[in-house]
C-alpha cells in the first residue's frame, strides 16, 4: 500500500509538470497548427525569470507568498514580451506556408534564444528554492509529502477546469473552436483570424513561462532545460492528441503514473517509459487519443 500510494503521489505530481508545460503547446497547434519548437524557450526563460525575481525578492527578506506571485509574474511578463516579438516579428510572415518550413523557422528561432539566455544570464546554474522551502511538508502515514508539489497539482487542475470551461462556454473559446475547425470559413464570416492567431500564440507563450515559473523552485535552472522540456511536452500532446486540452491533460497522467511506477517498480526503464507510452498509444491512434476532427473539404 505504501508504494501504492507514493507512485499516485508522484505520478499526480510528475504529470501536473507534464500539463503545465504541455497545455501551452497544444493550444497554439490547436489553433495555428504550428509545431511550435521556441516553446521550450518560453519554459527556460520563465524559469531564468522567476529565478532572478526570487534572488531580488527573498534577499530583501520580504513575504514568501509575495515572492511567489512576483516570480510567476515576472516570468509571464518575459513569456508575454517574447510572445510578440517572435510572433508580430516572424511567424506572421511564414503563415500558410508548409508545416515543415514554420518548424525550421520555430527551431532556428529556438537556438537563437537558447544563445540569448547564455548573453544575458550567463553559463552558471541558478536555483530559486525559497518558496519550496517556505511551503514546507506534511506527513501522510510514512510518506512525506511537499506542499509546493500539492499546489502544484492544484495549479494544474484549475487551469485544466479553466481552459475546458473558457473554450466551451465563453464568446473567445466558441470563436476559437471556429477557427480551429476552419480557418477559412471562420474568416468569410468575419471573425478576424489574424487577432485569434495572435491572441492565442501570446496566451501559449505566457502559459509556457508560467511552467518554467513553476518549476523553477524544483529544478536547477541552467542551460538546456528547455529542450528536455520540449521533447517531454511533444510526447504528452503526441500521446493525447494535438490541439486537445483535454488530450494533453489524459496524456500526462497516463506519462506520469507510467513514470512513477517504473521509478519504484523497475528503476532501469525509467528513462525510455515515456517513449515506450507513446509508441503504444500512436500504435492503435496514430493522431492520438483526443485528436480533433478534421473538416472534409468537397
Sequence with gaps: MLTAFAIFSDG????AYLFLVAVGLTLIFGVMK?????????????????????????????????????????????????????ERGILRFVYGKDEVVIVLVTYAVFLILEDV???????????AYQPMVA?????????????????MVVLAAALAAFGYWALKFTRYGKLLTVVIFDREVAAAYGINVKVIYT??????????????????????????????VIVLAFAVVAIGGMGS????????????????????????????VIYAV?????GFRPHGLFTQPAPRKI
Design 12 to 15: 499526480l505530481v510528475y504529470a
Design 34 to 86: 504550428i509545431l511550435n519548437v521556441t516553446h521550450g524557450s518560453f519554459y527556460a526563460f520563465g524559469a531564468y525569470g522567476a529565478a532572478t525575481a526570487a534572488g531580488v525578492w527573498f534577499d530583501r527578506g520580504w513575504s514568501d507568498a509575495g515572492g511567489l506571485l512576483f516570480m510567476v509574474g515576472l516570468a509571464m511578463l518575459i513569456g508575454l514580451a517574447i510572445g510578440i516579438v517572435l
Design 117 to 127: 539566455i547564455v548573453l544575458v544570464w550567463g553559463p552558471r546554474s541558478y536555483a
Design 135 to 151: 511551503a514546507g511538508s506534511i506527513d501522510v502515514g510514512d510518506l512525506t509529502l511537499s506542499n509546493y508539489d500539492i499546489g
Design 199 to 228: 491572441v492565442t500564440f501570446l496566451i501559449g507563450a505566457m502559459l509556457g513561462a508560467l511552467g518554467g515559473a513553476v518549476m523553477a523552485p524544483k529544478i536547477s535552472v541552467t542551460l538546456g532545460i528547455g529542450v528536455e
Design 245 to 272: 486540452i483535454e488530450g494533453a491533460l489524459i496524456g500526462a497522467l497516463i506519462v506520469g503514473f507510467g513514470r512513477a511506477a517504473a521509478v519504484h517498480l523497475v528503476p532501469q526503464v525509467e528513462l525510455f
Design 278 to 282: 507513446m509508441a503504444l498509444v500512436l
